[in-house]
């Protein structure tokens, strides 16, 4: 697949730190999951449909192409009208993806429509104080980014309990993660007046790809370094993590 913005394609070079910090959503937040069979919402190319086993699962994107080779049931779908009927799936696993939908409402409804009694959601999306900057989404395939305090209460309406946690990187990924955000400081800062704001989204998405295919090219040694083992959850100090995650369940009926 073309390397974008929109989904991870790709561990080489640049794209390492990325694809480990993916990989370690779904392993950190696997055990939240019952026995039940799991729909991966959003799932891209099924880069860690393995870490699901011993259940069975289901991969969802809009993306047809990405959906290709994985050895599981697929459907190319979008997440606010999920073709399965009621009470499917004893989990939903949806990581990185629901901030690529303008309405999140009704990606949730669908879920809560989908599930089981009793069944449990997991929702990781980028944290908006730390991922680019707190006051303004850089990353033109966002609709919108939570900070942990409006992830719960965007969750809260739908689950019988809504419990958030944070993912954190290690000292080692703090350090590359810093030196992206230095980077991405010096670029912002050519454009004092922010007149980013007027331009098209479709524009900022091909601009966007450019400058990220461009910039991880060349990856540094700690770019390549990173691992899963680089991630831990917490549930303290959420403001501070890199990811959040909404452990979310259904009653039992």
């Not at 370690?24 to 870490?51: E, K, M, T």
């Not at 901030?99 to 809560?112: C, G, I, K, S």
Request: include cysteine; charged fraction near 25%; charge should be neutral.
């Amino acid at each position: 697949m073309t390397v974008t913005g929109e989904r991870v394609t790709t561990r080489t070079g640049g794209f390492n730190p990325t694809w480990q910090r993916h990989v370690s959503d779904y392993a950190l937040c696997v055990p939240f999951l019952g026995p039940g069979r799991v729909l991966d919402v959003g799932c891209g190319i099924g880069h860690s449909a393995a870490l699901l086993a011993p259940r069975p699962s289901v991969g969802l994107d809009l993306s047809p192409l990405a959906l290709a080779g994985q050895e599981r049931p697929l459907a190319a779908a979008d997440m606010r009208r999920l073709p399965f009927a009621r009470a499917s799936f004893g989990g939903i696993m949806s990581v990185q993806s629901i901030e690529h939908v303008p309405d999140p409402a009704r990606a949730l409804t669908e879920m809560v429509r989908v599930l089981e009694p009793g069944g449990t959601a997991v929702i990781v999306t980028p944290n908006r104080l730390t991922f680019g900057r707190p006051d303004e989404i850089i990353d033109p395939y966002h609709y919108f980014e939570c900070d942990p305090a409006e992830l719960h209460a965007m969750c809260r309406p739908y689950f019988t309990s809504v419990e958030v946690l944070g993912i954190f990187g290690s000292e080692r990924y703090m350090e590359f993660h810093h030196q992206e955000r230095r980077k991405l400081d010096a670029l912002l800062s050519l454009d004092p007046l922010r007149l980013r704001r007027f331009v098209p989204r479709a524009v900022k998405q091909r601009l966007y790809d450019q400058q990220l295919t461009r910039h991880r090219r060349h990856p540094e040694p700690l770019a390549l370094s990173i691992v899963p083992e680089d991630f831990f959850l917490s549930a303290d100090r959420l403001d501070e993590s890199l990811d959040l995650v909404a452990v979310c369940r259904t009653a039992v009926s």
